[in-house]
Nanobody
Framework: QVQLVESGGGLVQAGGSLRLSCTVSGPIFAINKMAWYRQAPGNERHVVATITNDGHAVYPDSVAGRFTISTNNAKNLMYLHMNNLKPEDTAVYYC???????????WGQGTQVTVSS
């Protein structure tokens, strides 16, 4: 069973930066793709960054150019570097891992990011 634990959230002023970390344990070989999602109160959970095993990263327009997803070589750490944060980035951020079958997902417990104006 893959286990994911997020850390690094907190309160930051608009224009500031944060780095989120996701520690991965368990059968890392079972992971095909990883991602960061976020969910604001009353909203659905949305993806903010995806990275494949070969390092290909994809971002939605809302964060492109401001957020960067990365992993270490051992694939047991994933990061989300967030720059030029905006109040609308306030949300709980979740780490996600996907099995090659495409439908088995693992989730972390989430970490709160709050951006003040």
């Amino acid at each position: 069973q893959v286990q994911l634990v997020e850390s690094g959230g907190g309160l930051v002023q608009a224009g500031g930066s944060l780095r989120l970390s996701c520690t991965v344990s368990g059968p890392i070989f079972a992971i095909n793709k990883m991602a960061w999602y976020r969910q604001a109160p009353g909203n659905e959970r949305h993806v903010v960054a995806t990275i494949t095993n070969d390092g290909h990263a994809v971002y939605p327009d809302s964060v492109a150019g401001r957020f960067t997803i990365s992993t270490n070589n051992a694939k047991n750490l994933m990061y989300l570097h967030m720059n030029n944060l905006k109040p609308e980035d306030t949300a709980v951020y979740y780490c996600n891992a996907v099995h090659p079958n495409g439908w088995t997902n693992w989730w972390g417990q989430g970490t709160q990011v709050t951006v003040s104006s």
